[in-house]
């Protein structure tokens, strides 16, 4: 991988990690279909770290807020007993307990099935059917569903579905935002609060994987051949922040005016054109695996 294919994904990273069309499928397309070599676990983990800065900078305010006012009520600042510390008065800390409780499932699982998610699930073919089941949902549900849920509304039972909604995004092809938005939208919450609590949900699930797999896999760069050097790798992920912050912009302007209906339809054909490509064998579908 040389320098200018490895801002190429730091483009493709930022542009598609916030809508509801899978990150990591684009990668691991637009890697297969170029030829790329794998450029290793650090490339990819940096990169990521790049889109989720994004996030935490937009939402900076929020953040600030959620996380003064969920160490506070800890701590007692509400009131020593049990209710008090999570939040039964300060809206602001129970926000914060919801999205500890939407994280669990993406890191159980993910934990448990780190195997098959990187072996099985990999093959295009699942990720070409999902793009069209999940698009399929989205579509139904965003056009179906009421629109009247805000962001304060958020339940411990809401949570836990958002949580198992994120934790879908494991199979390459739903889109972590995907999965989420299209659970939101399917309890009720509006486009905007469905794409927020997206957003805010995935924080501390792919921003902590994201150091995480930083810190191991910066420790074998030297063991893999085809890294392209740190100077393209910083490069490409402050392309994914600028984009990925651009993006968050802009696509929170759409939905709170349109509907999801475009991306559905994008998704279902990006997965026709997969389909295709498998079949006429243009393209191998356990090519590019090393992208995900």
Not at 136 to 160: R, T
Not at 199 to 220: H, N, Q, R, S, Y
Not at 226 to 231: D, E, H, L
Request: hydrophobic content about 50%.
């Amino acid at each position: 991988m040389n320098f200018w294919q490895a801002i190429f994904l730091g483009f493709v990273q930022g542009v598609t990690e916030f809508l509801p069309v899978s990150s990591s499928a684009h990668i691991r397309i637009a890697g297969a279909l170029c030829g790329m070599p794998d450029p290793g676990a650090a490339f990819t983990a940096v990169i990521q770290l790049g889109t989720e800065t994004a996030v935490i900078l937009y939402f900076r305010k929020d953040i600030a807020r959620i996380l003064s006012n969920w160490f506070r009520t800890l701590f007692g600042a509400d009131g020593k007993d049990l209710k008090s510390r999570l939040g039964e008065r300060n809206a602001d800390a129970k926000l914060g307990w919801y999205i500890i409780v939407g994280t669990v499932p993406i890191v159980a699982i993910g934990l448990l099935f780190q195997k098959q998610i990187q072996t099985v699930l990999r093959n295009m073919w699942v990720t070409a059917i999902v793009f069209i089941v999940f698009g399929i949902l989205l579509w139904y549900f965003d056009e179906k569903s009421k629109q009247d849920k805000k962001i304060e509304e958020l339940n411990l039972k809401d949570s836990i579905c958002y949580g198992l909604g994120q934790m879908l995004a494991l199979i390459p092809g739903v889109s972590r935002s995907g999965g989420t938005i299209t659970v939101g939208r399917a309890m009720g919450y509006t486009r905007e609060a469905a794409a927020r609590i997206s957003f805010l949900m995935a924080i501390p699930a792919v921003f902590g994987a994201g150091i995480l797999e930083t810190f191991k896999a910066v420790k074998d760069v030297n063991s893999t051949p085809n890294f392209p050097g740190w100077p393209a790798v910083i490069t490409a992920t402050l392309v994914s922040f600028v984009v990925g912050y651009l993006l968050i912009i802009v696509f929170l302007k759409i939905v709170s005016t349109y509907s999801y209906k475009p991306f559905c339809i994008y998704r279902i054909a990006l997965a026709i054109l997969l389909i295709v490509l498998m079949s006429c064998g243009v393209l191998d579908p356990m090519a590019g695996t090393e992208f995900m």
